[in-house]
């Protein structure tokens, strides 16, 4: 990779466009800054995956009735069926994860978002 190489992905995809923040870059910091910019978009595609199941999840019918006049009804009448708003309000400021009532939980991610702006901040009291 050459410098001219850096300096425009610097640019493009680590959206820093001062040469003169750029030419202060070490090589470390450069691949560690790429390396967050995958994680980064790792969590976007994954939050793009879950708004997909969650849509689908939103959707969802049934069929209830007789076989001769089935009806089709949705799973989940409102959002309320789907999560409660206002119990997850009070858990974030308890510290707890979030929770919804079709199977999706936050308590994983949660975790990891934590140890990741602990690792991130930690990185940026370095410099």
């Known amino acids: 990779m050459t410098y001219d190489n850096i300096v425009v992905i610097c640019m493009g995809e680590l959206n820093i466009k001062r040469l003169d923040e750029i030419h202060r870059l070490t090589l470390n910091e450069f691949y560690y800054r790429m390396q967050a910019q ?5 969590k976007e595609e994954y939050n793009l995956l879950k708004l997909a199941f969650f ?6 019918t049934e069929n209830r009735g007789t076989d001769r006049n089935p009806k089709e009804y949705y799973k ?8 409660d708003y206002q ?22 991610s949660t975790a ?16």
């Open 87 to 108: 119990d997850n309000f009070h858990r974030i400021f308890e510290g707890k994860s979030r929770v919804y009532k079709i199977g999706h939980t936050r308590s994983e």
């Open 38 to 42: 995958e994680v980064i978009a790792l």
């Open 76 to 83: 989940y009448a409102s959002i309320h069926d789907i999560m």
């Open 55 to 60: 849509i689908r999840d939103a959707a969802a």
């Open 112 to 127: 990891n978002d934590r140890k990741l702006a602990a690792l991130l901040a930690e990185f940026n009291n370095r410099e």
